[in-house]
């Protein structure tokens, strides 16, 4: 029989790799106690990690006559395959979530909004039900030639004063 990795069980479950934290008690979850903890990380990015943002709008203006894929941040990407440049998922609030919940970003994007190229998809792959995150792609969208969205978001998109 094949040797099975660490985190596969005999009977077919699954457990954390080796290292994880050990669950205490009946694994119930406590917002509260999770804010504290998440305020103990230290959360910085070091700045070498980082390209300028006029590095990046150099970058952009010398490989535009050129395929590329230039990550914005989260889980936007700017890929421009031959004639056609794609933006996918564009989130430029400060978290991903309706009002002040959701994951906040670490970083600033690596471009703001009105500085995207003209665009001719927006590719969303993701499911973004916050209306902080539609508001800004309203001005944003006369920049922007066709949307591919997954169907569940059609109401939402709806709702906002995006051109389908």
Known sequence: MDKKPYHHLPDGTFRNPEGSPIRIGQGKFSYTKFIKLK????????KEHLVNKEKVLSDLEKYKKEDYIAWIGHATYLIKLGDTTIITDPVFS????????GPDRFIDPALNLDEIPKTDLLLLTIIIMTIKIWEPLES???KIQK?????????TLQETNLKM
């Open 94 to 101: 400060k978290n991903a979530g309706p009002l002040i919940f």
């Open 140 to 142: 944003f969208h006369l």
């Open 39 to 46: 305020k103990k990380i230290d959360m910085t990015v070091p």
């Open 147 to 155: 949307f591919c969205y997954h169907l569940i978001l059609e109401n």
